[in-house]
């Protein structure tokens, strides 16, 4: 994909990231709102704290990671669209990996590097680029065994072209791992009245299981996990809007907490996938040799 290309089929700008990044992150995982957690923790425990942590995020950690991630100590993983790098501490943390994060824009890029040096990786190892410029490709073919992609291919029209260059930095035999967010059923209606303005700057089309599992194949990888992930949940829209809508949002964050909870208890390796109410869809898959 040449650069102009890569500009043209994106469905952002560099704005809109620059905005999300804060440069004081610091924290290597989700956790509930302060007020709530402090609450919490007095009042039941550590043991049920825990229960009300992100489901999808327990999923991840417990579950999927555990299952198909290599253990390979010092192995080369790649986050495409790394910022902040608190996903990328943790895998350190858990795996031993030797975790790179590529960001293109100055603000995202410098955040990585600041939560990185708190957590004592090296900063060096976050590259500021446009991933999809021939330089990077270039000097990155074939280099890491693992490449992971959060949050990042949905907001492009043309995501064969955006895989593509996920494979060409990947080694053969090497793993890909892709999670998008399911903006459809359900959750389509929550951003909706959330905030509408942003599903303009996603690509909803790949957001279905069986267009989702074509693009993977169109690629030639070999599958372990395709699917729905996650159960329902209302940080599938992660924004706090203005005027009515903030205190709603707030409240529903609550509640969050309590179906956090039944999902712990009741489906804790999973069984909550609907493609109607599933907050995410996931990949993770091998590159042929």
């Known amino acids: 994909m040449s650069p102009s290309t890569a500009y043209e089929d994106r469905l952002t700008e560099e704005a809109y990231w620059d905005s999300q990044y804060e440069p004081a992150a610091s924290s ?5 709102p302060a007020r709530t957690k402090g609450l919490l923790g007095r009042l039941l425990g550590p043991r049920l704290r825990d229960l009300v942590q992100d489901y999808r995020e327990h999923l991840v950690w417990n579950v999927l990671y555990p299952r198909y991630l290599p ?9 495409v669209g790394s910022a902040p790098g608190t996903h990328l501490v943790q895998v350190h943390k858990s795996y031993g990996f030797d975790c790179y994060g590529v ?31 021939p330089e990077f490709q ?3 073919r074939g280099y890491f065994d693992i490449v992971l992609s959060r949050g990042f291919i949905e907001h492009f029209r043309d995501v064969d072209r955006v895989l593509s260059a996920h494979l060409n930095v990947i080694a053969p035999g090497g793993m890909l791992a892709v999670t998008i967010p399911n903006l459809r059923g359900i959750n389509y209606g929550l951003a909706w009245f959330f905030c509408k303005e942003l599903l303009p700057l996603h690509n ?4 279905n299981g069986e267009r989702f599992s074509k693009l993977f194949e169109a690629q ?19 924004n706090r809007p203005a005027g009515f809508k ?18 712990r208890v009741f489906l804790k390796h999973g069984g909550a996938e609907h493609r109607w109410f599933s907050s995410h869809l996931a990949f993770i898959g091998v590159k042929q040799r």
């Open 138 to 140: 270039t000097r990155y």
């Open 246 to 263: 903030g205190p709603v949002r707030d409240v529903c964050a609550k509640a969050q907490l309590v179906v956090n909870a039944a999902y």
């Open 28 to 32: 290597v995982a989700p956790t509930p």
């Open 204 to 207: 909803l089309d790949i957001m």
């Open 71 to 79: 253990r390979r100590a010092g192995a080369k993983l790649l986050e």
């Open 103 to 133: 960001e293109y824009t100055p603000r995202g890029a410098e955040l990585n590097r600041k939560v990185f040096r708190l957590n004592g990786l090296d900063p060096a190892n976050v590259i500021h680029a446009d991933f999809f410029s």
């Open 220 to 238: 030639g990888l070999i599958p372990l996990f395709c699917g729905y992930h996650g159960g329902f949940s209302f940080h599938v829209v992660d």
